[in-house]
């Protein structure tokens, strides 16, 4: 009984957009992000593509697409570092299942519930990265721990209004 | 089996990467580079990337251009003569570091070290950046079609940027010096310590693993040591901003610099595509050009400078004293200084130039040798009127009538000049340079009734 009326919730409140959004959204975000630190350097410091894949995961509350969707998009932006493939790659495709799977769960369009989302995510993506990048690979490099939390916080604000704009795209019923 | 497969699919696609990234960890590519599969996975994101960024950088640059090259021109004027004065000083600095710059390369010759000279270099244009602050990467628009290679030196004029890290046909990956996983080769200026510049976790640039040295102080410039053979030796790197201790490493330290260049807006950089051992030409032309201009002005400070110091060799009257009572002469107009012979001694005694017989001619024991050389004794002086057979030459005329001048130095009125040195510098005892002094001639004597010659004076 419990597992079909989630399935009915997840029928009705399940979110669907134009794949040239799909396409694009990501594309620019990505584009934003190479962009924008030329000009603020401290730009660098929010994740537009994290908050993209968190935003799709969310709103689509299929945890394949959303673990496809953190997967393409991490794997770009490796392949724009100087990283090996696959970190952001691996984090973002985690991201992406479990902030699927939360949507299913919560109401997800109130501002304060992605405000704590994009701050839990933003801090597991960081987590995972560093995680990876210390333990599986061997990188000896420093974390600052402050500087990750500022990360966190930055991209949980700038994610509620992002996530409001990104509103703006969805087709309407 | 349809209830797990959404972890299953997760851990698929997990697994597939984690297989991804230990290939990528454990085969390295041999040339340095990465797998041909990964550097065709990273040429498609960049080629997705880069044209949009090109576009929007060469909107940006076109703006840009238009306002300061036909609107933006208020103050161009002012800011060339400010420009042409500084190229000015800058050339006289120059001139003076020129010796000091070729008695460096005299002693690297003899250490047969090389110096490497920017020879060629690419400016080219930052277009976009990694986007993460875990990699400090930036794009500019020039590749291998450019003539750029991995591993070459990424400069700006105030510092160097970082290097070539993969490069492509028409972009290239430029690895900043604060990026975790770069590297270079620096030393401090001023202690002359080296050690490895990599960026930290907050994007600044600092030396790690170093022994700690009370002597290295917050304003410190570091330059590149030119080990790494990447950045050529004595590029800028930064200043010293603060010395902290590595706590994982007691009892190293890092110490924090602030970088020359500002790494957080770079907009033009330049690629070193080539270094040799040989100064440019057109390096070395300005070099000579600024040596002619600095000897131009030294020379014409030297003459005002002995002309303000010695004015009486300039203005025979500028010395004289007027006596009391009596008004100091008016400066006379400025004349050509004559020679810089020393004025004639009016009473020529040991210290008198050519006074003192050489030392080779001197024996153990005896005071004078010769006593032509003897000082005179004031009885012995006589009148021009004593006959010379009661007295002794004075020293003075002994000079006049004994030492051959050199051709020419001789003047009308029998003063003895100074003979004329093969070497300007001072005479050296036992240096070869050293002019000899001339035998002295002992005339032949002369009858009874006249004093022996050589020994008195002569009769004005």
Redesign the interface.
């Known amino acids: 009984m419990a597992m079909s009326a989630s399935l009915a919730r997840r029928e009705l409140d399940v979110q669907r957009y134009p794949l040239i959004v799909v396409i694009l959204v990501p ?1 620019v975000a ?2 934003l ?3 924008i ?3 603020v ?1 401290k730009f ?2 929010l ?1 537009l ?1 994290l908050l993209v894949t968190i935003y799709f995961s969310v709103g689509w509350r299929n ?2 697409a959303g ?2 969707t953190g ?1 393409i998009i991490g ?3 490796d ?12 984090s973002q ?2 991201v992406g ?1 479990f902030a699927a ?1 939360l949507g299913v769960k919560i109401d997800v369009e109130n501002p304060g519930t992605r405000l704590l989302i994009n701050f839990a995510f933003t801090l597991m993506n960081i987590g995972i ?1 560093l995680f ?2 210390h333990h ?2 061997a ?1 000896h ?4 721990w402050l ?1 990750e939390a500022i ?1 966190a916080v930055i991209n949980s604000i700038v994610g509620v209004f992002f996530f409001d704009i990104l509103d703006r795209v969805r087709p309407r019923d | 089996m349809s209830r797990y ?3 299953l ?2 851990v698929a ?2 697994v597939f ?2 297989i ?2 230990a290939v ?2 454990r085969r390295p590519n041999p040339t340095g580079g990465d797998q041909p599969a ?1 550097r065709l ?2 040429y ?3 080629s ?2 880069s044209p ?2 090109k576009v ?1 950088h060469g909107s940006g640059t076109g703006l840009r251009g238009m306002w300061s090259n036909y609107l933006d021109l208020r103050h161009v004027r002012q800011q060339n003569q400010e420009l042409k004065q500084q190229v000015g000083r800058l050339q006289l600095e120059q001139a003076g570091l020129l010796e000091d710059a070729r008695q460096g390369q005299r002693l690297q010759t003899l250490l047969a070290f090389k110096e490497h000279y920017i020879s060629s270099t690419v400016p080219a244009q ?10 400090r ?1 930036l ?1 500019i628009d020039k590749g291998a079609k450019d003539g750029l290679k991995p591993d070459m030196a990424v400069i700006t004029p105030d510092g160097i940027v970082g290097k070539l ?2 490069v492509y046909a028409h972009t290239s ?1 430029v ?1 900043v010096i604060n ?3 770069s590297g270079a080769g620096v030393l401090l200026e001023t202690t002359r310590l080296r050690g490895v510049l990599r960026g ?3 994007g600044q640039p600092q030396i790690i693993n170093m022994l700690p040295d009370e002597r290295v102080k917050p304003g410190e410039r570091v330059i590149t040591s030119g080990g790494d053979q990447i950045y050529p030796r004595g590029l800028p790197v930064g200043v010293v901003d603060r010395v902290v201790a590595d706590t ?1 490493n007691p009892p190293y330290i890092d110490i924090i610099l602030k970088p020359a260049a500002n790494l ?4 033009e950089l330049l690629v070193i595509t080539q270094a040799s051992d040989r100064m440019p030409a057109k390096e070395q032309q300005d070099l000579a050009q600024s040596a002619a201009q600095g000897a131009a002005v030294s020379q014409q400070r030297a003459s005002d400078i002995l002309a303000e110091r010695l004015p009486g060799l300039s203005d025979p009257t500028a010395l004289a004293d007027p006596g009391p009572g009596q008004k100091p002469a008016p400066a006379a107009t400025p004349v050509v200084p004559p020679p810089l012979h020393p004025p004639p001694a009016l009473h020529a005694d040991h210290y008198s130039p050519l006074a003192t017989p050489p030392a080779a001619s001197l024996t153990p024991g005896q005071a004078v040798v010769d006593p032509k050389y003897a000082p005179a004794p004031k009885s012995q002086v006589a009148p021009a009127d004593k006959p010379a057979a009661e007295t002794k030459l004075p020293a003075s005329k002994t000079l006049a009538s004994k030492v051959p001048a050199a051709d020419g130095d001789k003047t009308d009125t029998g003063v003895p000049v100074k003979p004329k040195h093969p070497a300007t510098g001072p005479a050296v005892p036992g240096d070869p340079a050293k002019p000899k002094v001339p035998k002295v001639v002992v005339p032949a004597p002369e009858p009874a009734a006249e004093p022996p010659a050589g020994n008195g004076p002569q009769p004005q």
């Open positions: 594309l990505i584009f992000q190479v962009l630190p030329r000009f350097p660098d410091l994740d593509p945890p394949i673990t496809i997967a794997l770009v932006q392949a724009l570092t100087s990283q090996p493939l696959g970190m952001n790659g691996i495709c985690v299942f799977s990265y990876i990048m599986m690979l990188f490099v420093r974390t600052n500087h990360k | 497969k959404n972890i699919f997760l696609v997990l990467q984690i991804g990234l990528q960890i990964v996975i990273r498609w994101a960049i997705l990337m949009p960024e929007v930052v277009i976009g950046t990694s986007g993460t602050d875990q990699s990467i794009y890290k993969d990956q690895l990026d975790q996983t930290n976790a907050l994982q957080g807006h770079l907009e």
